[in-house]
């Protein structure tokens, strides 16, 4: 079955500093890998997406994310964080054959420390 | 403007009542999904359906009901049978095998 693990409920930060955001996967076959940030009370944004290709793939608002079929993962980084970039995190894969089912993570709360 | 339109935004139920929430899309996909957040659970699939009049469950499918009888529309029944219904509910849209796009929820209470 497909799955999705963030092993971090929350991710704290200074201002200014890098940031990671750690998500692994397990799927059968060639994952398609999102990211979504989660204002509250609100739906879920698109930040950036791999499908194929580099393994760096750049997103929204600064955000990057390396893939890495070895070790299944696709973390979401920035080089500086901002206050504003706290949020809650969200990973999701999907795989492009079948149901064609969005599987997402439990997600990851960010807070950046002014 | 495009986008995927849920109301209402908040919605009380009572015990015992079945409700509806709404999801319109006109962005023209195929694809539309429901999802339940509960905190610290993440997004669970409720249904999900891949084109018009067809949809399958997801993983918590129990005690709701949906119907596709619109490319634009997919509405979700929470029935009388859906013991726990409290959460934030999450409608999406996307094309086959991109990203998603989310409307911004409705939060339902049982009071």
């Known amino acids: 079955a497909q799955s999705v693990a963030q092993p971090e409920d929350q991710v704290n930060v200074a201002e200014g500093n890098p940031l990671t955001v750690k998500c692994t996967y397990s799927?059968?076959?060639?994952?398609?890998l999102f990211w979504y940030v989660q204002y509250p009370n609100r739906g879920l944004q698109f930040l950036l997406k791999?499908?194929?290709?580099?393994?760096l793939v750049k997103g929204s608002y600064g955000f990057e994310a390396e893939f890495n079929k070895s070790q299944t993962s696709f973390h979401l980084k920035k080089p500086s964080a901002l206050v504003s970039d706290s949020a809650l995190y969200f990973c999701?894969?999907?795989?492009?054959?079948?149901?064609?089912?969005?599987?997402f993570g439990k997600g990851t709360r960010l807070h950046i420390l002014p | 403007d495009g986008g995927i339109t849920q109301s209402p935004k908040y919605l009380f139920r009572k015990e015992g009542q079945n409700v509806t929430l709404s999801c319109e899309q006109n962005?023209?996909?195929?694809?539309m999904y429901w999802y339940r957040q509960d905190p610290g659970q993440g997004l669970r699939l409720i249904y999900y359906?891949?084109?018009?009049?067809?949809?399958q469950k997801g993983d918590i499918a129990e005690g709701y009901s949906v119907s596709r009888e619109k490319k634009e529309s997919f509405p979700l029944t929470v029935t009388s049978a859906q013991k726990n219904p409290t959460a934030f509910y999450l409608c999406?849209?996307?094309?086959?095998?991109?990203?998603?796009?989310f409307g911004q929820g409705t939060r339902l209470t049982v009071v």
């Open positions: 999406a849209s996307s094309i086959r095998y991109t990203e998603a796009f």
């Open positions: 799927v059968s076959g060639n994952p398609y």
């Open positions: 791999y499908i194929t290709g580099d393994n």
């Open positions: 999701a894969v999907r795989v492009p054959r079948g149901d064609d089912k969005i599987i």
């Open positions: 962005l023209n996909h195929d694809a």
């Open positions: 359906s891949q084109i018009v009049n067809d949809f």
